[in-house]
Structure formats: structure tokens, C-alpha cells
């Protein structure tokens, strides 16, 4: 390793690398989304690169699809109903 920083447990073995690609924490969003109606979140600096993630932390997360796009994320209700959502947008 030319530069950067290691970090080592008592063994010796890497933990951290600044090579590694870590995730970081970027935003959460909650709210209900109603078939037929999609909703869509502004976010700042979102691309659609590979660079980020998202989590739908609700028990029927099966119901809702999540799709990030180029500064926003669509939120699409799959049956029919009101259907809450808890989104963690995350960075990788």
C-alpha cells in the first residue's frame, strides 16, 4: 500500500482498509403511498450509478416497489390500498 491507513485487530489482521468501499448513511423517508397514486422524493446528488441502496424496512414491503432514479426515488404501491413505507437511502 503506497498511502492510505490500515486499521489492525490484536492479531494483526486488517479491519479497515481506506481501500474498502464502505457504506454510509444518507437519509430515511417514511410515509404511505396509495395505489394508483406513485410518489416521488426528491433527493439531492441520487444517481443511478450502482453508488447507493435503499432498505423498506415495513412488514409489507412486498406490497410497495422502490425505484431510484436519477435525483429522486419513486415509490409504487403493487395492490391495492394505502401501504406506509420507511425507506433508509444509504451510499455504498
Avoid: C
Avoid at 32 to 43: A, D, F, H, R
Avoid at 54 to 66: H, L, M
Amino acid at each position: 500500500m503506497a498511502y492510505g491507513l490500515q486499521l489492525f485487530d490484536s492479531s494483526g489482521d486488517i479491519t479497515l482498509d481506506t481501500n474498502w468501499r464502505l457504506i454510509r448513511f444518507s437519509a430515511f423517508y417514511s410515509g404511505t403511498v396509495t395505489y394508483g397514486s406513485p410518489v416521488t422524493i426528491n433527493v439531492t446528488g441520487l444517481s443511478n450509478d450502482g453508488t447507493w441502496g435503499y432498505n423498506n424496512s415495513v412488514e409489507t414491503a412486498w406490497d410497495i416497489e422502490t425505484t431510484l432514479n436519477s435525483g429522486s426515488i419513486t415509490v409504487t404501491a403493487l395492490v391495492s390500498g394505502s401501504h406506509s413505507y420507511k425507506i433508509m437511502l444509504f451510499r455504498i
